[in-house]
């Protein structure tokens, strides 16, 4: 696949400015968007090599935002599971044609946007008891769902919900978690050649971008209604992954 280099430009800087926003708090489903945005004009394994250091680098923000506020015992039950989610990911990516990727990234974005459709069902139905076990599962479907398309929201989200935490700690958790899921995936995608340290350096001019959606996704968070944008940004998340399944 031939990208033109304008195109690739522009939807570089459209995501890198999407991933400032959503960590500075203008809806995580914005952030989900990056990938398959991406991915329809670029191979899928180029792609999540591509955007993982500019997760990485919102990750900083996001984690001194909410600095020591998380559950240390939470992030420490769910890594074990990330690991193994991020090796059995990692394997699929490389042992995977192209178009077989692609079609599992548009898989595993619609689950996450009916997921979002559903949210409040799914959650509202649950009847739970706590146990150290369940951490290990939702780390390793956060973990593969995250090498794959960088979408692991969901499962994190439902998990630290039903321990019935503070939204201070429910996001600083989540932060922190995301943070270490990211360098834990560095050196898989080394292994896996997924790093294009060409194209990375290329593009470098352009990260500035992350910190200045930060401060509008800050300033932003309080002033736009989230739940009419997030509606929206699901509706795209859904054509961005039939399109990627389909075209």
């Not at 999407?18 to 329809?40: E, H, N, R």
Request: charged letters at 10%; a positive charge; glycine letters at 10%.
């Amino acid at each position: 696949m031939t990208v033109d280099p304008l195109i690739f430009y522009l939807m570089v800087a459209l995501i890198a400015f999407m991933i400032g926003l959503a960590k500075g708090g203008l809806g995580g489903t914005l952030g989900a968007l990056a990938t398959p945005l991406l991915a329809l004009v670029m191979p899928a394994d180029q792609v999540i090599g591509l955007i993982l250091p500019i997760l990485m680098l919102a990750d900083i923000f996001a984690v001194s935002f909410h600095w020591r506020r998380w559950n240390t015992k939470l992030v420490l039950l769910l890594i074990p599971g990330a690991v193994v989610g991020v090796t059995i990911g990692t394997f699929f990516i490389t042992n995977a044609p192209t178009e077989t990727l692609r079609t599992a990234l548009g898989v595993i974005v619609l689950i996450f946007a009916l997921y979002k459709v559903f949210e409040n069902r799914i959650q509202g139905s649950l009847r739970y008891q706590p146990r150290n076990w369940h951490g290990l599962l939702a780390g390793t479907i956060t973990g593969f769902s995250s090498a794959l398309a960088h979408t692991g929201g969901p499962p994190v989200s439902i998990y630290l919900l039903l321990q019935d935490v503070t939204p201070r700690v429910f996001i600083a958790t989540s932060a922190i978690f995301f943070f270490l899921l990211n360098w834990i995936k560095v050196p898989y995608y080394w292994y896996a050649g997924l790093f294009d340290f060409q194209q990375l350096w290329g593009i470098a001019w352009l990260l500035p971008l992350v910190p200045l959606g930060v401060w509008v996704g800050r300033w932003g968070a309080s002033k736009v209604d989230k739940e009419t944008f997030e509606w929206i940004i699901t509706g795209l998340l859904v054509i961005a992954a039939l399109m990627l399944i389909f075209l």
